[in-house]
């Protein structure tokens, strides 16, 4: 079992920034892929932005791409995403999740989530 808890979200103007952490409650396997997600008011969870914990690989949705970065610190079992030049549209609540592997499909760890607000 893996607990996952997210910390970092907050109150940004639009164009600011913010990071994300997830850390998890124990090392992870290194096939692990970690993940971002957030949900905003109203809307289904979607995906952010994902990064394979062994090779580093990473892979965003095309809404973000290009203003956040997804990392991870092997010594730490945490996971970052920093978030620049952030919209209104960015804000949501944001979760962290895990998944075994690049060939599974279903996250199946989930933190309880961090709360993103972004003013215009």
């Known amino acids: 079992q893996v607990q996952l808890v997210e910390s970092g979200g907050g109150l940004v103007q639009a164009g600011g920034s913010l990071r994300l952490s997830c850390a998890a409650s124990r090392r992870t396997f290194s096939s692990y892929v970690m993940g971002w997600f957030r949900q905003a008011p109203g809307k289904e969870r979607e995906f952010v932005a994902s990064i394979a914990w062994s090779l580093g690989s990473t892979f965003y949705a095309n809404s973000v791409k290009g203003r956040f970065t997804i990392s991870r610190d092997n010594a730490k079992n945490t996971v970052y995403l920093q978030m620049n030049s952030l919209k209104p549209e960015d804000t949501a609540v944001y979760y962290c999740?895990?998944?075994?592997?690049?060939?599974?499909?279903?996250?199946?760890?989930w933190g309880q989530g961090t709360q993103v607000t972004v003013s215009s």
């Open positions: 999740a895990a998944r075994p592997s690049i060939a599974t499909m279903t996250w199946d760890y």
